[in-house]
């Protein structure tokens, strides 16, 4: 790939995505009521596959509630019943997630979980009440749950040095663990190297092909949420490991030669985001026992990092892809956390000075 060159899209593996996801959706939306089709038809155009997705999830838990406060099937639903349901109805449902039964399986919502749904409650609501196809849109009248920040769970400096050195040592497990990190730790050191000096998201690591990197300018193509296709560049460490990675990759013999994946798992198949989020786990719960690592705290590590040597918070927001640069101040709240801390060591309330 030229300099100059428009990003390429990974036609494969992202349209075979989107079709198992829409494939998905249109079997959820059969347990839905049925105006909830002309719902799904008309968002179909400024929505992602996966956000439809997850309106589905949503909205069978929320008509499930409904069966049984109204005691109504959701086969004999017609659309009246959203004029029906009162703002009282939705805040119960919302104290109704905090332990609820689903399917035969005890479920739980948390702030983010009650929020989201009460998101996939309001769209359903405003886009009929924009149509009016119902006289009174009462989802707006709901709040939405008060969310608490939680503490940035992140690594430290020397903490990153330990997880890779511990990747790319010849003993870092036992037993079985062991077997398989000598046949992939050369793939696993080059995952956690691109995680961290990039802050790439899972979803877009695992749908990378080899031919979407350029290793004389050291970038590499992105699919990010939404289906923009951005350019990202990497340091000569991260190259290095992925060089590493990629001799080896090409000496396997049973690759299909169509198979462009980078990463691959020992099936010879396009890593999945479940082994993905195994393999970090079982690197971090090591070196960092304490902490829960995943590969989203990956993504905070790095952006973090980058804004302690940016100071430019716009920057950061840039590279880790975000449409809001409010969603990338909890980078910037960590680093104040850690000024004030710093700060709060500089007093000594016994120097001889304060006299």
């Known amino acids: 790939m030229k300099k100059e060159d428009k990003p390429k899209i990974n036609n494969d593996y992202y349209s075979d995505r989107r079709e198992k996801t829409d494939v998905k959706t249109e079997s959820l939306i059969a347990d839905l ?6 719902f799904f038809y008309g968002i179909s155009n400024n929505t992602t596959s996966l956000t439809r997705l997850n309106y589905a999830y949503d909205l069978r838990i929320f008509f499930d509630f409904i069966t049984q406060i109204k005691k109504i099937n959701v086969s004999d639903m017609e659309i009246s019943i959203l004029d029906d349901i009162k703002a009282l109805d939705i805040e119960r449902f919302l104290n109704y997630l905090s332990h609820y039964k689903f399917n035969g399986k005890e479920e739980s919502c948390d702030e983010r979980g009650k929020a989201r749904k009460l ?12 149509r009016d196809k119902i006289k009174f849109n009462v989802a707006s009248k709901v709040q939405t749950p008060k969310i608490h920040e939680k503490e940035i769970i992140r690594l430290e400096g020397d903490e990153v040095r330990k997880l890779l050195e511990f990747a790319e040592s010849e003993n870092a497990f036992d037993g079985r663990k062991k077997a398989y990190h000598n046949k992939l730790k050369i793939r696993d050191f080059a995952i956690l190297s691109l995680f961290l000096g990039t802050g790439i ?30 350019i990202l560049y990497f340091n000569d460490e991260v190259k290095d490991a992925l060089f590493d990675w990629l001799d080896f990759r090409y000496e396997l013999k049973k690759i299909d030669p169509e198979n462009k994946a980078m990463f691959i798992s020992l099936k010879n198949q396009r890593i999945s985001t479940r082994a993905v989020q195994v393999l970090v786990k079982n690197y971090a719960s090591v070196v960092t026992p304490l902490k829960k690592i995943t ?17 430019d918070i716009y920057a950061v927001s840039d590279f880790l892809g975000h449409k809001d640069v409010n969603t990338t101040r909890k980078h910037y709240a960590a680093i104040s956390r850690d000024s004030r801390r710093q700060s709060a060591n500089i007093i000594s309330l016994k120097d001889d000075d304060l006299k």
């Open 119 to 130: 998101s996939s409650v309001r769209a359903l609501y405003r886009y009929f009440f924009n």
């Open 33 to 38: 009521p049925y105006f909830c089709s002309e």
């Open 201 to 230: 998201r899972i979803s877009e690591l695992v749908g990378l092909n080899y031919d979407d990197f350029d290793f004389d300018q050291n970038s590499f193509v992105v699919t990010r949420k939404g289906g923009n296709r951005t």
């Open 295 to 311: 590969p989203h705290k990956l993504r905070s590590t790095f952006g973090t990092n980058l804004y302690r040597q940016t100071g």
